[in-house]
């Protein structure tokens, strides 16, 4: 059961000196980057998970020809979305079409194959399709991510930091965000989306998906700028845009990393959830969401055109689900290590001989 | 206090305006409500298109036309409400009114569920940080939270619908599946419980054992087809339950609580023939209603006969297990209702069912087959749903009573020598409610509008399946109907989530003094 | 109370076998006698003829619960209901054409009153834009909504009927006067109601009346009905059009709006749910039932794969929709299912543009202008889209029978369709798709001498948006027409239909729907003027056949029609059909004598037939 990591040393007399005492022994002399950077990487989850997700997005980027204006950068696989071969019938289970040629058994076969995740109705190559798809769904998701996390980030800290009138009007437009419901919305939008295609449905629900992160960044400025080294930089004679974004917005970063990442690993759902009512992403565009819905009743029979869309989607928000929990407790002051079992169960002892 | 109130409900009346007609702007250039009539080859098209600009005033633009709804919805205050008529010539209102009902069930079961399993996981993923339990509640939970719900609902179809019903026709489980699924089983009680490597392997060589012969015992006297737990089963989890309830209400050297509970289990498995014979002969909610209250006043009764002085925690820990003891017996006659009920026309030996809300072929007054039936259609939607919110109560439990347990209080508290089951339920538990209440409310009106997919694929005729046809059909009428109320219902959540929080926790002031 | 174990033991024995008996008795049914039929669309009403209620669902229900003089069959064609009436041409005059339907004696109601031409005549009523204006009931064309609110309104028949219907003497037979000969005049015969339920339900009545006082009410129709009595009429007008219009049906619903003649009339109905419908015992308004099926219930489902997992698992008896290969597929692994592939409605075609049509800037791109050029370049795109491949890979999958269409006004099945194919010009564009690309790229090579696959003419398509299937199919068309020297340019849009005339496109593919078989049905498509002429066809020679097909004429003259217009469509490469829509029926194998139809009242037009 070692799933998320080592167990580690006991940490014997430190403990001793009381629990802040390690917490501070450990980050002497460290900046908050620093710190940051050591928490995170000792939740292996979240190392794991950052080294899958970058993995996944090397991967699917490189996979395809990229355009960007004049420049083409081709892709290492070696089949397009444009490209029709011709369907594959031989030793395809139970008379299916189609099937896949990846072979992770090393004894027969073994190896990639012309279509390792088979191919779809008409014979185009369905890894090419998958690649596709989650190209289309991380770009979704990184564009709501950043435009939710920018709009929400902006409004939440002006209303924050300023109160009173400017603070009363901003969160009555977030009301008003929030009374505009997202599935209803973006279905009317998606209706004609389709001529737009997935780009602007990502803007459009970054633009309405920030308004949950813009009232946590709010709240955090509203207690902050009570606190005295707010005080210190205004007699400091500092300007207010200098002590919103240098002096408070760092220590509300953590927040707006985690619920970023939340967001986005809420954005890729939202996608699929509106392709599959058909409102989001629409043929011939090609999404994670799309395909997962356009063979969703393939699951008895070519179980691989469901499956393989569905894993990525999986991964993806799993990966980004684990690493905004690893980021939220490596910028959580309070977050002490791990104490072990024999700590734990010193500590109860303590606890008995108290009692 | 109340001009607070006043004053948000009148903001809350402009911001909805303005949604409104946001929303309906958006919806009238968003789509042609006659494209499809415009490529009939119907003999008379040209005459559907004048009825149908007619009916739903096509010619009057999409701005003006909004006042001319407004004007409907305005009647409210004049006791005269009109929200139009859809386009198939049915009220919006009687729309809304059929699918309220039909979401609240689905949802509310769900939710609920959803919330107490949540909240029972976190809690202990809390207490146990950082344990196997913790790691795999985590990890579950994300797994969760990375699910498309229509995904799920594809495959609980084919497994607990269709296989499980083909598995029923001829009902047998291969050893090989018990072995697995008791080691599952065995993996959750040990982690559970944590501790030594010794005491990890003890639990698991017990929890799989005892799994084990359940399932051979239940494979043995194919007692999927005539499932019940019996005066006995019920005696000896009622005692169980006393016993567990005990502990965590008063906890065990209370022992005139642990009798009272005692007391009340004992009572249970001596009501079972009573309760079995009113069962049969008067079901009816109104009935188990009375008889949960019958339980109610025995709890008292019984708490009072075993202590003098502090009643209070003993009458709660007798009740408690009075009300869940009769849970058992009441979950034992729905039991004995699955033979007849898999034996009737309509459902035809398939008693788990893909679609809908109820059986309609199946026409009886028997109570228990009818709440059967019910039950029924509710488990595989209801199952989705806590699949997909079952996650964030999880974390959101876990996440507020580790900050609770930081907290200097809670320190105070096991420094002044309370015992741990105090500390935890007493302080840490009641402070870590506050922000799940008004998140609860939240969560809860976000799922009226959010079961939209779980309502299409379940075939649930709820506001889901209205807005997605409002859509569909470019039915404005239906749609401003749907997004009204759902905008009403959040602009109201959220107020109430603020008031029971300025409620429950009295550092928060809603007013300014 | 103390009890020995012994005593204890005894009561709990007796208890659990007392039990037991009591909830072992429900009786299990013998053998199946109900039918479960899928629909995709809730009841939303019991009357289906208003333009807000004129759904499948609803038409469905009122074909098992009344029937009428004919009825569309699986093969598409009119057959008429012998058992109930008769019908004929009684006079063919070019200014003077009269048709007449009578009823056969002792057909009667469900509660019993005996049918007679006056429940004819309210058809008239639903269908006549003069009549209702005369009979101060409102112009149907005008800002209010009349008082019988119909969509029958407008239409052929109330185009060319002349006055009112004439009752026969004895009320058995009604005649109907038109202002010249109408094609198809079949299809505009009188619809049947039960008008005196109709006027006891206006005066308030909660209850079945007796067979006298039901005749009663009829004469006060009747009598309504010729002194055009406006205040009557309306308020039968209000019964008609709003009375129907719910869906919960049970023990308290007023009986009076029950009351049919069809096979099988609504004892129940669950909201959005379901709607039952038990064996009629007075029926003899049709073929005689089978026996064997007492109850056939609707069941409202929406979505495709749930109902296909529905049926799968027992819940439906009979499937249809339009399935996904997969599910088809899925389907067809089911032992206890019966799976037909099926055709819809709507047939796929893709279109060239000739023109620009009304309204739209001019059009100059390749395929411009009858004859010569435009036309070669025009045959020569439509030879390089690879129908055989579409309908292999797309269709095949879900109906194994499919074919490529070699026309577009008759589909695979109907009358003629063989001696229509065989020479009406379609031979011109089949063949292997090889030799079809290069019969394409030698006629593009006569206009183009340099054009070749690399370096092809280009194409502006209208691909219709949110629809993968038609993604697929330009797909292939993209891929293959690259070979005949052709690259089309895809501009894929959503909101399609109102694009289809614009010039800026050369070529379009979209589906029409034929909902029924009237003979000039396609001629809007091409006629000058024609509402969907959206591609500026103009050639006067074609609009005089297709003119000629407004007038009743047989079979063969029909077809003899179509094939002459068709060849002319096909030299001129306007337009090409590829596939009919699949659609899939599948129903439990016990099930017997189901046969899936196109046409509304689809799968259930000879529920008499069925049994198990």
């Known amino acids: 059961m070692k799933l998320f990591g080592r167990r580690e040393k006991p940490i014997g007399e430190i403990l001793s000196g009381g629990e802040s005492a390690i917490a501070n022994k450990e980050v002497e002399g460290l900046s908050l980057g620093q710190i940051v950077r050591r928490r995170f990487f000792r939740h292996r989850a979240a190392v794991m998970a950052l080294f899958l997700l970058s993995s996944v997005i090397v991967f699917v980027m490189t996979a395809l020809e990229t355009k960007i204006g004049p420049i083409r950068i081709p892709g290492w696989w070696k089949w397009t979305v444009e490209d029709i071969p011709e369907l594959r019938f031989e030793d395809c289970p139970g008379g299916t079409i189609g099937c896949p040629t990846l072979s992770v058994n090393p004894f027969s076969n073994f190896g990639l194959g012309t279509h390792p995740f088979g191919q779809d109705d008409i014979g185009r190559d369905y890894f090419a399709l998958v690649m596709n798809g989650a190209r289309r769904s991380l770009m979704i998701m990184f564009i709501i991510g950043f435009l939710a996390g920018f709009i929400g980030v902006v409004v939440g800290s002006i209303s924050g930091f300023y109160g009173g009138i400017v603070d009363a009007v901003l969160m009555r437009l977030v009301d008003f965000m929030q009374t505009v419901p997202i599935i209803i919305v973006a279905a009317v939008i998606g209706k004609t989306a389709g001529r737009v295609g997935p780009v602007f449905l990502a803007l459009f629900l970054g633009l309405l998906t920030w308004t949950g992160l813009a009232r946590l960044i709010r709240a955090q400025f509203l207690s902050l700028r009570e606190l005295e080294f707010v005080d210190a930089a205004r007699v400091a004679g500092a300007s207010n845009a200098r002590i919103a974004f240098k002096h408070i917005l760092p220590n509300a970063i953590g927040q707006i990393i985690v619920s970023v990442t939340l967001i986005m690993a809420g954005a890729i759902l939202t996608e699929t959830a509106l392709s599959y009512l058909g409102f989001g992403v629409v043929a011939p565009d090609v999404s994670l969401g799309l395909l997962i819905s356009e063979f969703q009743t393939s699951f008895t029979t070519r179980p691989w055109l469901f499956w393989w869309p569905g894993f990525f989607i999986i991964t993806i928000a799993l990966c980004v689900n684990f690493i905004g929990d690893g980021l939220r407790d490596a910028f959580d002051p309070r977050q002490r290590r791990r104490i072990s079992k024999k700590d734990r169960l010193k500590a109860k002892i303590e606890v008995k001989a108290g009692a | 206090m109340l001009g607070y109130i006043m004053r948000r409900i009148g903001v809350s009346i402009m911001i909805l305006f303005g949604s409104s007609f946001l929303v309906y702007n958006l919806a009238a250039y968003a789509g042609d409500p006659l494209g499809e009539l415009r490529f009939s080859t119907d003999d008379n098209a040209k005459q559907q298109i004048i009825a149908l600009t007619r009916e739903l005033q096509l010619d009057v633009p999409p701005p003006l036309r909004y006042f001319l709804w407004l004007k409907g919805i305005l009647g409210v205050f004049v006791g005269k409400l009109e929200m139009g008529m859809t386009r198939e010539s049915s009220s919006v209102q009687g729309e809304l009114a059929f699918a309220i009902p039909v979401t609240l069930r689905l949802v509310l079961v769900a939710s609920v569920t959803a919330l107490l399993l949540g909240l029972a996981f976190g809690i202990i993923s809390a207490l146990r940080q950082y344990s196997r339990f913790d790691y795999a509640m985590t990890f579950m939970a994300f797994v969760l939270f990375s699910l498309p719900i229509f995904w799920v609902a594809v495959l609980l179809k084919e497994f607990m619908a269709i296989q499980f019903n083909n598995f029923l026709s001829e009902p047998s489980i291969p050893l090989r599946w018990m072995f697995i699924f008791s080691c599952f089983t065995a993996v959750f009680w040990s982690s559970l419980f944590g501790g030594e490597r010794k005491r990890f392997w003890s639990v698991f060589a017990g929890a799989f054992a005892t799994n084990f012969v359940i399932l051979w015992a239940i494979d043995f006297t194919d007692w999927y087809l005539h499932p019940g737990l019996g005066p006995i089963l019920i005696g000896f989890l009622s005692v169980g339950i006393a016993m567990g309830v005990a502990s965590i209400s008063t906890g065990l050297t209370n022992i005139p609580a642990r009798n009272a509970a005692l007391t009340m289990a004992g009572l249970a498995v001596l009501w079972y023939y009573p309760a079995q014979w009113v069962f049969n002969n008067h079901g009816s909610y109104l009935v188990i209603l009375l008889m949960l209250a019958l339980i109610v006043g025995t709890g008292f009764i019984c708490a009072s006969l075993f202590s003098k002085i502090d009643r209070g925690p003993i009458a709660r820990t007798a009740i408690i297990t009075g009300v869940i003891s009769g849970f058992l017996i009441f979950i034992d006659r729905v039991m004995q209702t699955w033979a007849p009920y898999r034996a009737t026309d309509a459902v035809n030996g398939r008693p788990v069912p893909t679609y809908g809300q109820r059986k309609d072929q199946l026409v009886t007054d028997d109570f228990w087959l009818n709440n059967l039936d019910t039950i029924m259609h509710l488990i595989l939607p209801t199952i989705a749903l806590i699949l997909i919110s079952l996650a964030g109560w999880i974390r959101y439990t876990r996440g507020a009573l580790l900050e609770v347990l930081n907290q200097d209080y809670i320190r105070t508290a096991r420094a002044k020598g309370l015992n741990e089951r105090t500390v935890i339920t007493r302080h840490a538990l009641r402070n870590t409610m506050l922000p799940l209440s008004s998140l609860f409310v939240g969560e809860f009106v976000g799922l009226i509008g959010g079961a939209v997919i779980t309502e299409r694929v379940f075939g649930w005729s709820g506001m889901g399946t209205l807005g997605i046809r409002a859509i569909n059909s470019y039915d404005l009428n239906l749609l401003m109907g749907v997004t009204l109320l759902l905008s009403t219902l959040v602009v109201l959540g959220n107020l109430l989530a603020d008031l029971v929080y300025s409620a429950l926790d009295p550092r928060i002031r809603l007013v300014k003094e | ?612």
């Open chain 3, 1 to 612: 109370m103390k009890l020995t174990r012994g005593a204890k033991f005894a009561l709990a024995v007796a208890a659990s076998s007392a039990l037991a008996v009591s909830l072992l008795t429900p009786a299990q049914a013998a053998g199946r006698s109900t039918v479960v039929v899928h629909e995709t669309n809730s009841l939303t009403s019991f009357n289906a003829n208003t333009p807000g209620t004129n759904l499948v669902t609803n038409s469905v229900v009122g074909y098992l619960s009344g029937s009428g003089f004919n009825y569309y069959n699986d093969k598409k064609n009119l057959v008429a209901n012998k058992v109930f009436g008769s019908y004929k041409v009684v006079k063919n005059g070019a200014d003077d054409f009269r048709t007449e339907w009578t009823v056969a004696p002792g057909r009667v109601w469900s509660d019993g009153t005996p049918i007679t031409g006056v429940d004819l005549l309210l058809s008239h009523v639903l269908s006549s834009n003069a009549y209702s204006k005369a009979a101060g009931l409102g112009d149907p064309d005008g800002d209010a909504v009349p008082a019988f609110d119909s969509n029958g309104y407008g239409g052929t028949y109330s185009d060319n009927i002349v006055g009112e219907p004439t009752l026969s003497a004895d009320k058995m037979s009604v005649t109907l006067r038109f202002k010249k000969r109408i094609a198809n005049w079949d299809l505009y015969g009188p619809g049947v109601n039960a008008v005196h339920t109709m006027v006891l339900l206006a005066e308030g009545k909660k209850a079945l009346g007796s067979v006298a006082e039901n005749n009663a009410a009829r004469d006060r129709f009747l009598t309504a009905f010729n002194t055009k009595n406006t205040a009557t009429l309306k308020s039968i007008g209000k019964v008609w059009s709003e009375g129907y219009n719910f869906t919960e049906v049970n023990a308290s619903t007023n009986p009076l709006f029950l009351v049919g003649n069809g096979g099988f009339l609504v004892e129940s109905a669950v909201t959005k749910s379901s709607v039952t419908l038990k064996v009629n015992p007075k029926y003899n308004s049709g073929p005689a039932l089978s026996g064997a099926i007492d109850t056939i219930i609707f069941k409202f489902i929406s979505d495709g794969t749930a109902a296909s997992q529905a049926l799968a698992n027992g819940e439906l008896d009979i499937y249809q929709g339009q399935a996904t290969a997969d599910a088809v597929a899925a389907l067809k692994k089911l032992t206890n299912i019966i799976l037909v592939g099926g055709t819809g409605v709507a047939y796929e075609h893709w279109d060239t543009r000739v023109n620009a049509s009304p309204g739209q800037p001019d059009y100059n791109g390749i395929f411009k202008g009858h004859g010569g050029k435009g036309a070669d370049l025009r045959k020569a795109f439509l030879l390089a889209i690879p129908r055989e491949e579409i309908v292999e890979k797309l269709i095949r999958p879900i109906n194994a029978n499919a074919v490529v269409l070699g026309s577009t006004f008759s589909v695979p099945g109907q009358e003629g369709y063989d001696r229509l194919t065989a020479t009406n010009g379609s031979g011109f564009y089949t063949g292997s798709q090889d030799a079809l690309n290069a019969k394409a790229l030698r006629l593009v090579k006569k206009h183009y001498p340099n054009a070749s696959p690399s370096n092809p003419l280009k194409v502006n398509v209208l691909v219709p948006g949110n629809n993968t299937r038609r993604a697929a199919e330009f797909a292939l068309a993209k891929a293959n027409a690259i070979k005949a020297g052709f690259d089309l340019v895809g501009d894929v849009k959503a909101d399609w239909p109102g694009r289809i005339g614009n010039s800026e496109y050369d070529a379009v593919f979209f589906a029409y729907v034929a909902n029924s078989v009237a003979q000039a049905g396609s001629n809007a498509n091409f006629i000058i003027g024609g509402g969907n002429n959206r591609m500026g066809v103009a050639l006067p020679n074609l609009d005089t056949i297709l003119n000629k097909l407004q007038f009743p004429l047989d079979n063969r003259q029909v077809t003899s029609l179509i094939i002459q217009a068709e060849r002319i469509i096909h030299a001129e490469g306007i337009t090409l059909g590829v596939f009919q829509f699949p659609a899939v029926t599948a129903y439990n194998k016990d099930l017997k004598n189901v046969k899936p139809a196109p046409l509304t009242p689809t799968l259930v037009w000879n529920y008499w037939e069925w049994s198990y």
